[in-house]
């Protein structure tokens, strides 16, 4: 039986380290939350209670030396996928998190006064070592990724074009709401008043602008500021995709999905699935645009 072994570099062997070190201090924040009097305080909740300690495991298994057939080697590999999924899933809230730590989060009590919202250590520690190993096993999974393999040669600009079907959904309901339409709204003016609504709009038509521009390699604006803005993007939705889709299906199996400001929930199911769904096109999109460029330019360095 064939075997696989790789050569492992001082750097890739610190990087690895450093991803077990990350993965085991999610499950020392995860532990400290857990010991708490109230490990659900903190806000909401944006992923189930058990999946920073999940991701942590399934991230320390993926940055583990594989040795065996080739065939294993390669599914073991795969783990660094998912251990980023999960990863970024539990990250998921950090944004809110920062803000609140910054006092530019508050709520309004029934006096009218604004008291600013309580900052849960626990739970942004947690959030912020699960987004450092995701950048990690990011980088693993990137570079380990050959320009040269078929699978590139292979790759098709199809990851975009989905992407940008799935970045219409917000910008056209957005948009009609700005022109005055009703569609999804149980009264006029719910989304807002004049061309707020359009406004709101704007990033998500920047991001069907950036998925089709990475559908074909192309010289403008450039094969930098394109993977750049790529995974931008991706990072962003990601951080909050999962979420939103998590805090909607369990409002909806609580039953109490009933919408928000006038606002019918079918929308929120709608808009939070084309976000999750985006990140997951727009990841693959951009991974597809980094191999067939790769190729592209090592070819014509070789001539």
């Known amino acids: 039986m064939a075997s696989a072994s790789v050569a492992v570099t001082r750097g890739e062997m610190m ?17 400290a939350k857990q010991a708490a009097p109230n490990p659900q ?26 040795h065996g057939p080739p065939t294993l080697v390669r599914a073991l590999q795969g783990l660094q996928w998912a251990a980023l999924l999960l990863l970024l899933w539990s990250a998921n809230g950090l944004p809110f998190d920062l803000l609140t730590a910054a006092g530019l989060i508050g709520r309004r009590t029934e006096t009218g006064e604004i008291v600013m919202a309580t900052v849960w250590w626990p739970t942004l520690a ?5 987004m450092a190993a995701a950048v990690v096993l990011a980088n693993r999974a990137l570079a380990g990724t050959s ?18 079907v799935l970045a219409l959904p917000y910008p056209l309901l957005r948009v009609r709401w700005a022109l005055g339409g009703t569609i999804g709204l149980d009264k006029p003016g719910a989304a807002g008043e004049g061309f707020e609504p359009l406004l709101i709009a704007i990033p998500w038509i920047l991001a069907a602008v950036l998925s089709l521009l990475l559908a074909e390699p192309r010289r403008w604006p450039g094969r930098r ?15 909050i995709g999962p979420a939103a889709v998590w805090s909607f299906a369990r409002a909806v199996l609580d039953g109490t999905a009933t919408g928000s400001d006038g606002i019918a929930p079918w929308v929120f199911g709608l808009f939070y699935g084309s976000w999750l769904l985006w990140a997951i096109a727009a990841a693959a999109a951009t991974r ?7 190729t592209v330019s090592q070819g014509r360095t070789s001539e």
């Open 15 to 31: 990087e690895r380290w450093i991803a077990v070190t990350l993965c085991a201090a999610i499950a020392v924040a995860w532990a």
């Open 41 to 66: 305080t903190g806000g909401p909740m944006f992923a189930p209670a058990w999946l920073p300690v999940v991701a942590a495991v399934v991230g320390v298994m993926a940055v583990l030396p594989v």
């Open 126 to 130: 947690t959030r912020a070592l699960s």
């Open 147 to 164: 320009p040269r393999s078929s699978a590139a040669s292979r790759a098709t600009g199809w990851f975009a074009y989905a992407a940008f």
């Open 225 to 239: 500021v394109l993977l750049g803005a790529g995974w931008l993007g991706v990072a962003i939705v990601a951080m």
């Open 288 to 294: 597809s645009y980094q191999l067939r460029t790769a």
